[in-house]
């Protein structure tokens, strides 16, 4: 088991920066591959920024490249999301997701979620 939990999220102007953190226990954090996502009031949950359990590799959604970086620190078992250049549009409860392989749509481990608001 690997229990995940965000922190990190709030209220925001347009234009503004916040900086998410998700801390793993559990399991050994650097076996995993890690991802964010968010869903929107009324939405579908989407896919954010995903990492290699090695950190080596990084993607991210269309809508967020150039704004938001992924990393994580494996010594201290925290993942992180740099969100810049927020919009009103980034508003989401934002989950920090983990699993073995690197399918995405295979993470079996989720956090609760931090709700960010970006605010016109």
């Known amino acids: 088991q690997v229990q995940l939990v965000e922190s990190g999220g709030g209220l925001v102007q347009a234009g503004g920066s916040l900086r998410l953190s998700c801390a793993a226990s559990?399991?050994?954090?650097?076996?995993?591959?890690m991802g964010w996502f968010r869903q929107a009031p009324g939405k579908e949950r989407d896919f954010v920024a995903g990492?290699?359990?090695?950190?080596?590799?990084?993607s991210y959604a269309d809508s967020v490249k150039g704004r938001f970086t992924i990393s994580r620190d494996n010594a201290k078992n925290t993942m992180y999301l740099q969100m810049n250049s927020l919009q009103p549009e980034d508003t989401a409860i934002y989950y920090c997701?983990?699993?073995?392989?690197?399918?995405?749509?295979?993470?079996?481990?989720w956090g609760q979620g931090t709700q960010v608001t970006v605010s016109s």
């Open positions: 990492i290699s359990w090695s950190g080596a590799t990084t």
């Open positions: 997701a983990a699993g073995l392989v690197p399918d995405r749509r295979k993470f079996n481990y």
């Open positions: 559990g399991r050994t954090f650097s076996n995993y591959n």
